[in-house]
């Protein structure tokens, strides 16, 4: 059963949900981070799974997103390095000194970096559409937010996050989903300006090159899962990565779009647990 969880670390408040299975297979736990504009219940289906097979499970809510805290720019500046910080102290404050990381989505990248930078804290790493090349751009639907006035305007509708859901998986998404989805921008206007100013943060461009340098010496078992149809993110780069290194291999998943995890949960949970449980040589 996944419960709803919050903890204070240092001046932020995060919000994460969680499963603990009674049967645990002594595994490491496993991190599941989301992109953009979603939040941690994108991870939902994945997460029942994974407890069916014993795994402990945490979906946290980047800072700015979802339920977690979301503080004015001038107390957190929504940068790379900002949340690849407070995203160290999260995982601190758990005390999971080891886990599997699960990763989907722009502003996931982070944890990407997060990854290469504490090698020692990753048992292993799960890829699902992700940016990772610099030649990555900003879908132009999520360009739009960081337009002036324009993207005020549409970072405070909460039609964003059916548009862009909808858009990146190619799927419509019941009703009952995008409530909980949309809740964050119902409640406050703080999400909107939070997502505003991460957008305008982000600067691929560097951050995938650190990413790409990164990976050049990267030895931890890592899994590129791949939603084949996704519109704004080509398999080019995940496919060369697994070609080149013997620890990164590749599963594709011919019809999935940008967010394989919302439509594909049993496939991707499939793959994932497949990945998790083999013993490696």
């Keep these: 059963m996944i419960t709803e969880q919050t903890i204070t670390v240092g001046s932020l408040e995060w919000f994460y949900r969680e499963v603990t299975p009674t049967n645990s297979n002594h595994k490491p736990?496993?991190?599941?981070?989301?992109?953009?504009?979603?939040?941690?219940?994108?991870?939902?289906?994945?997460?029942?799974?994974?407890?069916?097979?014993?795994?402990?499970?945490?979906?946290?809510?980047?800072?700015?997103?979802?339920?977690?805290?979301?503080?004015?720019?001038?107390?957190?500046?929504?940068?790379?390095a900002a949340y690849e910080k407070a995203f160290g102290?999260?995982?601190?404050?758990?005390?999971?000194?080891?886990?599997?990381?699960?990763?989907?989505?722009?502003?996931?990248?982070?944890?990407?970096?997060?990854?290469?930078?504490?090698?020692?804290?990753?048992?292993?790493?799960i890829i699902l559409n992700t940016p990772l090349s610099p030649e990555v751009k900003l879908p132009w639907l999520m360009?739009?937010?960081?337009?002036?006035?324009?993207?005020?305007?549409?970072?405070?509708?909460?039609?964003?996050?059916?548009?862009?859901?909808?858009?990146?998986?190619?799927?419509?998404i019941e009703d009952k989903d995008l409530d909980i989805f949309r809740q964050p921008y119902l409640k406050s206007s703080a999400v909107g300006r939070a997502l505003l100013t991460t957008t305008k943060n982000l600067k691929l461009s560097q951050t995938m090159k650190d990413i790409e340098s990164g990976f050049s010496g990267w030895q931890?078992?890592?899994?590129?899962?791949?939603?084949m149809a996704d519109p704004?993110?080509?398999?080019?780069?995940?496919?060369?990565?697994?070609a080149n290194?013997?620890?990164?291999?590749?599963?594709?998943l011919d019809e999935a779009k940008h967010y394989p995890q919302e439509h594909w949960p049993k496939e991707v949970s499939?793959?994932?647990?497949?990945?998790?449980?083999?013993?490696?040589?």
């Excluded at 496993?30 to 994945?46: A, D, F, T």
């Excluded at 937010?145 to 305007?153: A, L, V």
């Excluded at 931890?220 to 939603?227: A, C, D, Q, S, Y």
């Design 29 to 80: 736990p496993v991190v599941l981070v989301h992109g953009l504009p979603s939040h941690s219940y994108i991870w939902r289906n994945v997460m029942d799974n994974l407890e069916d097979e014993g795994f402990r499970a945490i979906a946290p809510d980047w800072i700015g997103s979802g339920f977690s805290a979301k503080p004015d720019k001038r107390d957190f500046p929504y940068t790379s």
């Design 89 to 125: 102290e999260f995982l601190e404050e758990l005390e999971l000194e080891k886990v599997s990381l699960v990763v989907q989505g722009f502003l996931a990248s982070v944890a990407i970096q997060y990854a290469l930078g504490h090698a020692d804290a990753i048992d292993r790493l």
């Design 143 to 172: 360009q739009q937010w960081t337009i002036p006035f324009m993207g005020d305007m549409l970072t405070q509708d909460p039609l964003l996050v059916d548009r862009t859901l909808e858009k990146g998986s190619g799927f419509v």
């Design 220 to 227: 931890v078992p890592t899994l590129m899962l791949w939603g």
């Design 232 to 242: 704004w993110l080509s398999a080019d780069i995940p496919e060369k990565l697994a």
């Design 245 to 252: 290194a013997s620890n990164i291999e590749m599963v594709k």
């Design 270 to 281: 499939e793959e994932i647990v497949t990945f998790l449980r083999r013993q490696l040589v």
